[in-house]
């Protein structure tokens, strides 16, 4: 059972339809395998759509009523909101929870790091997958944005705690860790960030210019 958990903020901006695509996969993800997250996250939705039907007309001015209708008329890219059931997953993110990584095009990093970058049509978050060697260390670093983590495989240690399949971490863009996979079995993980990361050790900064945010 899942440990680390999203936010409420998160879950009512998931259940609201609002988080951006490649963040609103990831909390959909995590929804998969944590059913208390999946019961906040329904009571959220029928508050939700409680509220706004007993809201009051009140008066608005032209051009927020404007915003506002337009807003509802966008098309979204791709819809994960709202749905419980994994079967109800775009098909890619039922692979990962499924745990099919065949396919997959690997890059490797570092010794102990390897990613595969996947598309979700959203072009301001990086989609990945992490696949840390067991026992290997991915090098201190910090992001210049935010980082969604959700353990698909094996599990990882930053020292504070350590993480399992299920498990959802939101770090801020100036937090700086170093994750070690636990000992026994590769650590697979879905990431989503906003900024590429930064190395922060001389050994590794060389390699910064090279990390570019691959948003698709
Ligand atoms: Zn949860």
Not at 7 to 32: I, K, R, T, W, Y
Not at 96 to 107: A, P
Not at 156 to 175: E, K, L
Request: proline share 5%.
């Amino acid at each position: 059972m899942a440990k680390h958990h999203p936010s409420n903020d998160f879950l009512m901006e998931h259940a609201a339809g609002s988080l951006p695509v490649a963040q609103a996969a990831c909390v959909a993800a995590h929804l998969s395998y944590c059913e208390r997250c999946r019961r906040t996250h329904d009571q959220l939705q029928t508050v939700g759509g409680a509220m706004l039907e007993r809201l009051e007309p009140v008066a608005v001015s032209e051009a927020l009523l404007d915003t506002v209708l337009s807003r509802l008329e966008d098309p979204a890219p791709l819809t994960y909101s709202g749905q419980t059931e994994a079967s109800e997953l775009p098909g890619l993110l039922q692979r990962l929870i499924n745990k099919d990584f065949g396919q997959l095009v690997w890059k490797r990093v570092t010794r102990a790091l390897s990613v595969s970058y996947l598309s979700t049509g959203d072009k301001s978050y990086e989609f990945a997958l992490l696949r840390i060697a067991a026992g290997g260390r991915i090098p201190e670093h910090t992001h210049g944005g935010s980082e969604m983590t959700l353990v698909l495989e094996g599990g990882f240690s930053d020292g504070r705690d350590s993480y399992h399949p299920g498990d959802f971490i939101f770090r801020s863009g100036d937090d700086t860790h170093a994750p070690v996979a636990l000992d026994g079995e590769d650590c697979i993980c879905l990431t989503v960030l906003d900024a590429p990361l930064r190395f922060t050790s001389w050994q590794h900064r060389w390699l910064n210019p090279f990390l570019k945010l691959r948003a698709s």
